[in-house]
């Protein structure tokens, strides 16, 4: 079981999404059964931001003074996700926080493309995931494409 958290911090996300909260339950509800998960109950927040905040975020955490269209701030690391051995308790994965304007397009098709793209990217992040070197972000793609898969 996947259990997702949506703040909706910017209306502007209002305009592509009518409502963000069930529009991303339902593309987690489409991957939540994926072998990643290995059917253990995890939660995790997405907050719809906007530049300013995200700008801040970056500076503060990750020492770049400039705005981003993503970031994932995991509760948990990889090796400790795996050593969690229960079904019955909820694990919290952490936060995803993804800039409305590094999304701006006039299409609501493309709109919604890149923010499966990144709930997907940011989600895998919070499983301790990176792309940091070759290998690692080998790993990351081949689980990324596989989710993206059932999230169409």
Known sequence: MLKINV????????????NPNIYLKQKIKKIQNDKFFKKKNYS????LSDEKEIKLLNKKFRKKNKSTDILSFPQQSKKKLKKISTLTQEIYLGDIIINFKKM??????LFKNHLKILLVHGLVHL?????????????????????LKKIK
Do not use: P
Not at 8 to 18: G, K
């Open 7 to 18: 703040i909706v911090e910017d209306i502007n996300w209002l305009r592509f999404l009518n």
């Open 44 to 47: 995790f927040s997405i907050k």
């Open 104 to 109: 701006t397009t006039s299409s609501k098709i």
């Open 127 to 147: 499983f301790g995931y990176d792309h940091k070197k070759e290998s690692s972000y080998k790993k990351m793609h081949l689980i990324e494409n596989r989710l």
